[in-house]
């Protein structure tokens, strides 16, 4: 068994029915459907910076002997845990799979809203997170706003689904 086989079976996994189905070469190799790519690329190796400067700035002050709660512990690792899934998401996505298009679209929409929500709680992380929280919700929105545009839409519509109103994206 290859790599790709071994991919194949968790892209099973995690696509579910949709697992086997991908858009068209000319579609994935469009010039605007890379370059949103890039640009997901790049905003998620930004959140990735960010998670782990999180992570080394709850130790380091725990290392001053300031209490960092569970939930900093928590959050931290949840990010980067996080972070590593939609870079998967984003590469299988960049492979044309519809799938985890369609999964990097929806994380990229909810993580945003409910990392809000969790930092508007009083007390629960200190000020530097919930600074940082913003911040990363700030860059999913940015990517949220690449995977929904127009052309990613029709690039990525679902085979069965109706013609594309967009044209033949040349």
Same mark, same amino acid.
Request: net charge positive; aromatic share 12%; charged share 15%.
């Given at each position: 068994?290859? &790599?790709?086989?071994?991919?194949?079976?968790?892209?099973?996994?995690? &696509?579910?029915?949709?697992?086997? =189905?991908?858009?068209?070469?000319?579609?994935?190799?469009?010039?605007?459907?890379? *370059?949103?790519?890039?640009?997901?690329?790049?905003?998620?190796?930004?959140?990735?910076?960010? &998670? =782990? &400067? /999180?992570?080394? =700035?709850?130790?380091?002050?725990?290392?001053?002997?300031?209490?960092?709660?569970?939930?900093?512990?928590?959050?931290?690792?949840?990010?980067?845990?996080?972070?590593?899934?939609?870079? !998967?998401?984003?590469? *299988?996505?960049?492979?044309?799979? !519809?799938?985890?298009?369609?999964?990097?679209?929806?994380?990229?929409?909810?993580?945003?809203?409910?990392?809000?929500?969790?930092?508007?709680?009083?007390?629960? !992380?200190?000020?530097?997170? =919930?600074?940082?929280?913003?911040?990363?919700?700030?860059?999913?929105?940015?990517?949220?706003?690449?995977?929904?545009?127009?052309?990613?839409?029709? /690039?990525?519509?679902?085979?069965? /689904?109706?013609?594309?109103?967009?044209?033949?994206?040349?």
């Amino acid at each position: 068994m290859n &790599g790709e086989d071994l991919l194949r079976r968790l892209d099973r996994v995690a &696509g579910g029915r949709h697992a086997s =189905v991908s858009i068209p070469e000319p579609a994935r190799l469009h010039p605007r459907t890379r *370059r949103a790519f890039s640009w997901v690329y790049g905003l998620l190796v930004v959140e990735l910076v960010i &998670g =782990v &400067g /999180a992570v080394v =700035v709850a130790f380091v002050l725990a290392e001053e002997g300031a209490s960092i709660g569970f939930a900093v512990w928590m959050r931290s690792l949840v990010v980067l845990a996080m972070t590593a899934t939609l870079f !998967y998401f984003a590469w *299988r996505a960049s492979l044309g799979w !519809y799938w985890a298009y369609q999964r990097l679209r929806l994380f990229a929409q909810i993580f945003p809203v409910i990392t809000l929500v969790i930092a508007a709680i009083p007390g629960l !992380y200190p000020a530097w997170m =919930v600074t940082e929280q913003i911040v990363f919700s700030l860059i999913m929105i940015g990517i949220a706003d690449f995977l929904t545009s127009d052309h990613m839409r029709a /690039a990525f519509r679902h085979p069965d /689904a109706a013609p594309n109103p967009f044209g033949d994206l040349r």
